[in-house]
């Protein structure tokens, strides 16, 4: 059983993931484990969303949107 951090965040996640509904169950996951998620979806948004909310860490898989996101973090 996953449950909140007691101290507050642990960090920002930003969280890219083509599909709406399964970006959230992981975010919500994520969230109850006490980390702050922004739920990303790929294309050419997501760079500057990504850099618009600063997160401490992204995940993403290497081959989502246009550009992939390959090419994004090189």
């Known amino acids: 059983m996953i ?3 007691a101290a507050g965040p642990l960090g920002h996640i ?4 083509e599909d709406p509904e399964r970006a959230e169950e ?6 109850t484990a006490g980390h702050r998620v922004t ?3 790929p294309g050419r948004r ?6 618009d ?4 860490l992204l995940l993403a898989s290497h081959s989502l949107g246009d550009p992939p ?3 994004v973090v090189k």
């Open 39 to 41: 739920v990303v979806l």
């Open 26 to 31: 992981l975010a919500r996951l994520l969230r």
């Open 3 to 5: 449950t909140p951090a």
């Open 53 to 56: 909310c600063s997160p401490d």
């Open 14 to 17: 930003a969280l890219v993931h």
């Open 69 to 71: 996101m390959a090419s």
């Open 46 to 51: 997501s760079v500057p969303s990504i850099v």
